[in-house]
């Protein structure tokens, strides 16, 4: 259900190797995924190579953006079907990890697969802006990462605040990045951001891609992140 030489040879291209306990890994979660998603609605990608590569090989390519430190706290904001989460879990699966999603629905599926998958992480249900001005999150994450969540001037407001002085922020863009870099400067500065690398690859559905990686250099002003309905109504 998932087509593993794309998957390897995909992973590859990007530097990173796949061993097979990884791989039987990738191939239970494929299954899972398709199986969850015949009751619930997790993904539009269901085919063997759409979750191949633009599921599992965008998902690990995070890891080419930034040499996350072994043991790190890391959070996946808007996981969904845990995406990138679940798989940067299996391929680091000593990174300390939660999983953050609104839809209680969604994270009862990513914990349970990852209890399937013999894999140990935290999911938590929240809006990341209310999250963000709880002590028990905040600046408290060496990385952040998210993908298809919100453009990235807003997605800035819902992950920086989780970022310790000095982690990282890495954020999945597609082929309108550039246009979002623009528009999100004023954001990352304000929130005490840097961008500090901004890596481009294709995948090899022709998927264009870019991480943009936000170094956290000052602590963030405490009345970030706002409550979701200034947000919603003035972007930063
Ligand atoms: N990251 C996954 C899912 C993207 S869909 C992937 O790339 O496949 C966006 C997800 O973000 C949805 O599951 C939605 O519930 C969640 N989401 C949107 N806004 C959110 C917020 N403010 N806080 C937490 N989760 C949010």
Do not use: W
């Amino acid at each position: 259900m998932v087509n593993t030489a794309l998957l390897k040879a995909d992973a590859e291209k990007l530097g990173i190797l796949i061993n097979d306990e990884q791989l039987q890994k990738f191939e239970l979660l494929s299954e899972l995924l398709v199986e969850q998603n015949k009751t619930m609605n997790l993904t539009a990608i269901t085919d063997p190579d759409g979750i191949a590569v633009k599921h599992f090989a965008d998902s690990i390519s995070v890891l080419t953006a930034y040499d996350i430190p072994k043991g790190a706290r890391v959070m996946d904001i808007g996981t969904g079907a845990g995406f990138p989460g679940i798989p940067l879990l299996i391929m680091r699966p000593d990174i300390d990890l939660v999983m953050v999603d609104s839809t209680a629905k969604k994270l009862k599926y990513v914990q349970s697969t990852v209890d399937s998958l013999g894999l140990i992480a935290t999911t938590l249900h929240t809006r990341a802006e209310e999250a963000g001005q709880s002590k028990d999150y905040r600046e408290k994450f060496d990385v952040v990462c998210s993908r298809a969540v919100a453009a990235l001037n807003v997605l800035c407001e819902y992950c920086l605040p989780f970022v310790k002085v000095g982690g990282m922020f890495i954020a999945m863009k597609g082929a309108k990045a550039q246009e979002e870099i623009g528009d999100a400067k004023a954001a990352i500065k304000l929130l005490g951001g840097k961008i500090v690398a901004e890596k481009s690859f294709t995948l090899s559905d022709g998927g264009e891609r870019t991480l943009v990686v936000i170094k956290k250099i000052s602590q963030i002003p405490p009345r970030y992140p706002r409550p979701s309905a200034q947000i919603a109504k003035k972007p930063l």
